[in-house]
């Protein structure tokens, strides 16, 4: 069985403001769908997609998106990374 390319199975982790004040983070969305010329705009339906079919499982209502943008990306710290591999060795 071949494998995936990164490319493939890529999202863009998205921050979501909804109508009501309500925050949600990381919320993931195909990379691929992002391609166009729209920019981040195709995430937006598919966010409420998501939210459509999340509100009909929970039986609660879906909330409207004010806003979304791109969530920072986390980068490890090398020097943190260095110190636990110091820690965590065998002397």
Same mark, same amino acid.
């Given at each position: *069985? #071949? *494998?995936?390319?990164?490319?493939? !199975? %890529?999202?863009? *982790?998205? +921050? $979501? $403001?909804? @109508?009501?004040?309500? /925050?949600? !983070?990381?919320?993931?969305? =195909?990379?691929? @769908? /992002?391609?166009?010329?729209? &920019?981040?705009? =195709? ?13 009909? @499982?929970? &039986?609660?209502?879906?909330?409207? $998106?004010? !806003?979304? !943008?791109?969530?920072?990306?986390? $980068? %490890?710290? +090398?020097?943190? %990374? ?6 965590? #060795?065998?002397?």
């Amino acid at each position: *069985m #071949a *494998m995936k390319s990164r490319a493939a !199975s %890529a999202v863009v *982790m998205f +921050d $979501v $403001v909804y @109508a009501d004040g309500t /925050l949600r !983070s990381n919320r993931k969305v =195909p990379a691929s @769908a /992002l391609d166009g010329l729209d &920019g981040d705009e =195709p995430a937006r339906g598919i966010i409420e997609e998501q939210d459509r079919e999340i509100a009909a @499982a929970s &039986g609660r209502p879906a909330v409207e $998106v004010k !806003s979304l !943008s791109r969530s920072p990306i986390k $980068v %490890a710290n +090398d020097e943190s %990374a260095a110190d636990r591999k110091v820690k965590g #060795a065998k002397r």
